[in-house]
């Protein structure tokens, strides 16, 4: 079964910072966009970043450029995002996502993760 797993959330306060991790079961995803996506509570799921398969093209939200960076680990099937600068709107869960439209920024990507909870404290 192909998975997607996060890790990294947790409580820290503004200003602080985060690196969230996907790991991801299969090499099925080494060939996909991958990226990033949050929901707040009462608020619909947003994009928040995208990377293509190289690692060679990324695309952010404009709430995070310059304070959030994606990456990724093709050996490793892992995608990053280092989140600095962290406010408080920036509370959500987290969700790691593939899919060959990523770029276009659905939030109906066809590989979701369980999700991992980000609350930043003022």
């Known amino acids: 079964q192909v998975q997607l797993v996060e890790s990294g959330g947790g409580l820290v306060q503004a200003g602080g910072s985060l690196r969230l991790s996907c790991a991801a079961s299969?090499?099925?995803?080494?060939?996909?966009?991958m990226g990033w996506f949050r929901q707040a509570p009462g608020k619909e799921r947003e994009f928040v970043a995208a990377?293509?398969?190289?690692?060679?093209?990324?695309d952010y939200a404009d709430f995070v450029k310059g304070r959030f960076t994606i990456s990724r680990d093709r050996a490793k099937n892992t995608v990053y995002l280092q989140m600095n600068s962290l406010k408080p709107e920036d509370t959500a869960v987290y969700s790691c996502?593939?899919?060959?439209?990523?770029?276009?920024?659905?939030?109906?990507?066809?590989?979701w993760g369980q999700g991992t909870q980000v609350t930043v404290s003022s």
């Open positions: 299969a090499r099925t995803f080494i060939s996909l966009p």
């Open positions: 996502a593939a899919d060959t439209l990523l770029f276009s920024r659905t939030t109906m990507a066809g590989y």
């Open positions: 990377i293509s398969w190289s690692g060679g093209t990324t």
